[in-house]
């Protein structure tokens, strides 16, 4: 009986150590695949701290090594380089106070350091090795060298004051009158309201409600709160996903705003960095893929055969930036892949803006990468011997700057009767680069002159400390006025104000307005600042709109071919905004514009029309501007 229960008892330890001997295998297993997972992910990961290794290996301090892995992030996220990329290094007997950092064998991140601080630029690599090599004081200022740093710091630096404005409801006030500003979006302030009301109705807010707005100098609206009781408070902020609100503590109302603001800065900053592009790298296949009409980038990804969760991970991440309803039939992505795995995704949104999402190690990024560029200054003279149109594309103006021209001296000129032959026009303006020198688009007029038989007038881009007035004549005044005189471009005056025999009715009738004949489509811009009130068929005026634009002044356009996308009714609109386009709807003999100005309802003739005067700068502002117009003008002779 003995001798059973102990072979027994040894049966059933031999089995236990069996057990564990399988058990420590398969955990030595693990851990050794884990160890091998970890070693390729820090093989296959670069950060921050791996290029702050990378540069202290290769001689820089501690503090220059930090200092310049921050100088590299304006340009390129760390997180994204590979192991084709390559620090580009001085030879051992020089100082080291330049490098570069190859990207994809085409593009470079030089990193310079000046004294104590360092400078960002980007070029090619063929540049950046010349750079490194043959030292920095030579090469420093070429053209070839982008300086990314200063322009970043412009960009940002325009879109971080923010204004706070106390308020109180007082009779008849109203939620959105606090919120809209110049400078807002209805369709944000409609989205910040909507959220709103899912604490509380608007209409039900009471007399004496306290409460506080903050917004950007640019009217843009980044959130509110107002007191509900005596100690919480109804919050509305911007976040990633569009407007939120809750209900908070007052006490910390304020504060988690201003949390806000400081990611919403960062968010910016974000936008506004320039980076080189990841999707150019030569290991990445590239399939350009156009979005069909009726179908979305969801279906998309699905047809080229990508994971749904991916897909699901992938769209989170772009919505954070971009949302895929913007995405238009024809437009075209960018699909990427590594050795036959998805890699990621880019969109162009214009020829300076491209939208990414990538994988990395710890999920999908989203980037938006403004796209280097520089500044080269043209100065044009147009001389009039037949129009201004056709004399300005004659000397090398753009038609994109001709057209904002136009615009600036559309205030004051009638383009249908003051101009002559022999006047003369000038205009000096920005265009736009690659660092390559390849022409990208232009840019912004600096300064235009219009020398005409009774006039001369200087116009001078300065954007005043308010961010509402960009242009002003010689004495700081605003070029803008309510009303435009002309709303429309490149069109010829057909038919003045007053009594003329009607070309459809055939008897003298009183004409209300001046028609502009023009090509059916040519664009027709609102002539001031307000709501729509009328966009339907009205009669004889076919296709029309009517703007209100204050208490006493109103302007109507008819005979259009169609309205721009949005125009309707209570719809705001600036001035120079797209309404419409040129048709011959209605009672008409063919494509024109008629245009009228109603004063207190009743039509007056928009040739004797005379309009206030704009804002005047004045004191520390006026100062400034003197010191820009100057500065503008010495730049132009040395030009």
């Known amino acids: 009986m003995v001798y059973r229960i102990y072979k027994k008892k040894s049966y059933f330890i031999k089995i236990l150590i069996l057990i564990n001997i399988i058990f420590l295998l398969y955990i030595s297993y693990s851990n050794a695949e884990k160890l091998n997972k970890a070693k390729d992910i820090e093989k296959n990961s670069f950060n921050e701290e791996t290029l702050m290794r990378v540069l202290r290996s290769a001689g820089l301090n501690e503090k220059d090594s930090y200092l310049a892995t921050k100088s590299f992030k304006l340009a390129y996220p760390p997180e994204v380089l590979t192991e084709s990329s390559y620090l580009i290094l001085p030879f051992a007997e020089r100082k080291f106070n330049s490098f570069a950092i190859n990207i994809d064998g085409i593009d470079a991140v030089l990193i310079a350091k000046v004294g104590d601080n360092f400078r960002t630029f980007i070029t090619s690599t063929q540049y950046a090795q010349k750079v490194v090599e043959n030292g920095l004081d030579y090469f420093i200022e070429n053209e070839n060298l982008l300086e990314i740093e200063n322009h970043i710091g412009e960009q940002v630096k325009n879109n971080t004051n923010f204004i706070e404005e106390d308020i109180i409801f007082n009779k008849r006030d109203t939620l959105l009158g606090f919120l809209y500003v110049p400078g807002s979006k209805r369709k944000e302030i409609s989205s910040a309201i909507k959220s709103f009301a899912t604490q509380l109705n608007p209409s039900k807010i009471t007399l004496g409600t306290k409460g506080k707005i903050i917004r950007t100098n640019t009217g843009k609206l980044i959130g509110f709160y107002l007191k509900s009781s005596k100690n919480k408070s109804i919050l509305t902020y911007l976040s990633s996903t569009g407007y939120e609100s809750v209900i908070a503590q007052s006490k910390n109302a304020e504060d988690i705003i201003k949390n806000n603001i400081e990611s919403y800065v960062q968010k910016d900053k974000k936008f506004n960095s320039t980076r080189i592009s990841l999707l150019n790298s030569p290991q990445l296949k590239k399939k350009k893929i156009k979005i069909t009409k009726g179908n979305n980038l969801f279906n998309v990804l699905i047809n080229e ?49 491209e939208i990414q999402v990538i994988k990395t190690t710890s999920g999908f990024k989203e980037y938006i990468f403004k796209k280097p560029v520089k500044k080269i200054f043209l100065l044009k003279d147009i001389n009039i011997q037949n129009s201004l149109y056709e004399d300005s594309l004659a000397v090398g103006l753009p038609q994109e700057v001709l057209i904002d021209m136009v615009r600036l001296f559309s205030y004051s000129i009638d383009f249908q009767r003051d ?96 028609d502009f004949a023009a090509k059916k489509g040519t664009p027709i811009y609102a002539a001031g600042d307000g709501v729509i009130e009328r966009a339907n068929v009205y009669g004889g005026y076919g296709k029309y709109i009517r703007i209100k634009h204050n208490s006493q002044y109103k302007t109507a356009y008819a005979h259009l071919y169609k309205f721009a996308r949005s125009i309707k009714k209570g719809k705001s609109v600036k001035q120079g905004q797209i309404i419409g386009y040129v048709g011959s709807t209605g009672r008409s003999t063919g494509p024109h514009l008629h245009y009228e100005i109603l004063f207190n309802n009743k039509q007056i003739n928009p040739q004797k029309l005379k309009l206030p005067e704009g804002r005047k700068l004045k004191g520390e502002e006026l100062g400034e501007f003197i010191k820009i117009k100057e500065s503008i003008i010495e730049q132009m002779e040395k030009n």
Request: proline share 3%; charged share 30%.
């Open 305 to 353: 055969k990508i994971d749904s969760k991916k897909i699901g991970n992938l769209l989170n991440s772009l919505q954070k930036i971009y949302s895929p309803k913007k995405i238009r039939p024809e437009q075209e992505i960018i699909l990427a892949y590594d050795k036959n795995n998805f890699f990621g995704l880019s969109i162009e949104i214009n020829e300076l803006v």
């Open 419 to 514: 101009i002559r032959r022999e006047n003369l026009f000038t205009v000096y303006y920005e265009f736009l680069l690659n660092y390559k020198g390849e022409e990208l688009m232009p840019g912004n007029i600096i300064y235009a002159n219009a020398n005409l038989d009774s006039n001369n007038l200087d116009i001078f881009r300065y954007e005043s400390l308010q961010g509402d007035h960009k242009y002003f004549n010689s004495e700081g005044e605003s070029i803008r006025k309510t009303l435009m005189k002309t709303p429309i471009d490149g069109a010829r005056l057909s038919s003045r104000f007053g009594k003329r025999r009607h070309p459809v009715l055939g008897f003298t009738k009183m004409h209300k307005g001046v």
